[in-house]
């Protein structure tokens, strides 16, 4: 079945540039998301990527896909403390009746002052 | 657009005692999901709808379990009997339905907490 594998914890200084990484297993995985999660919150979207692209940017936002590795990675430029949360990783497979995303157990970002 | 929104944020039940959340989705969302989630892991899949049709259902979705969506708009999950085990952070979320990306936009989550 699927799975998504991530590191459990990230600590970078402010103004660093953190580099989160996700494996996933599926190889029909079509879509890959990034939510961000802050404690007793909601997941946010953060950013996605198709899987027949190599990366996407999004203002301090660059997604990386290796889709031969079956690899995904975040990089968060200029990392402040509000950006610390945490990130999940997510796939979907592109049938039109796949409607579930599998997710990561999360990367928890800490960003030190 | 108000987002996905979530009744109850938080319920606190005794262990046996029914529980129901509510979901309103973003308006015009067709598509329509239930995820679990507990501490230190990520949203675990339980069942979603389009409009009002269930389509797929997670086996971790016991039948104590049951979802709604009877008109295609709001949905609701009903816990029975419910079990320590229970106890997790009920996320639900919606989708356009479209083709494409179809990204799903979460609620901020029911807490369920089983003593």
């Known amino acids: 079945g699927e799975d998504v594998e991530q590191s459990l914890f990230l600590s970078v200084r402010e103004g660093d540039s953190s580099v989160i990484n996700c494996t996933y297993t599926d190889s029909s995985s079509t879509y890959l998301y990034w939510y961000k999660q802050e404690p007793g919150a909601g997941l946010q979207l953060l950013t996605y990527i198709f899987s027949n692209m190599d990366m996407k940017q999004d203002q301090r936002l660059t997604v990386l896909l290796n889709k031969k590795d079956k690899h995904l990675s975040l990089r968060i430029a200029d990392t402040q403390t509000g950006d610390s949360a945490i990130y999940f990783c997510a796939e979907r497979s592109g049938s039109t009746n796949a409607g579930k995303s599998t997710f990561g157990d999360g990367t928890t970002l800490t960003v030190k002052p | 657009d108000t987002g996905v929104s979530q009744n109850p944020r938080h319920k606190i039940t005794k262990r046996g005692q029914n529980v129901t959340f509510r979901c309103d989705p973003i308006?015009?969302?067709?598509?329509l999901y239930w995820y679990r989630q507990t501490l230190g892991q990520g949203p675990e899949f339980l069942t979603y709808?389009?409009?009002?049709?269930?389509?797929?259902k997670s086996r971790l979705l016991s039948d104590r379990f049951s979802a709604e969506r009877p008109k295609g708009s709001f949905s609701t999950l009903e816990i029975q009997r419910t079990e320590q085990g229970d106890s997790a952070m009920y996320l639900c979320a919606s989708s356009p339905g479209t083709s494409g990306t179809d990204t799903q936009y979460f609620g901020p989550g029911t807490r369920l907490t089983v003593l």
């Open positions: 308006s015009e969302h067709n598509r």
């Open positions: 709808f389009q409009n009002e049709a269930q389509l797929e």
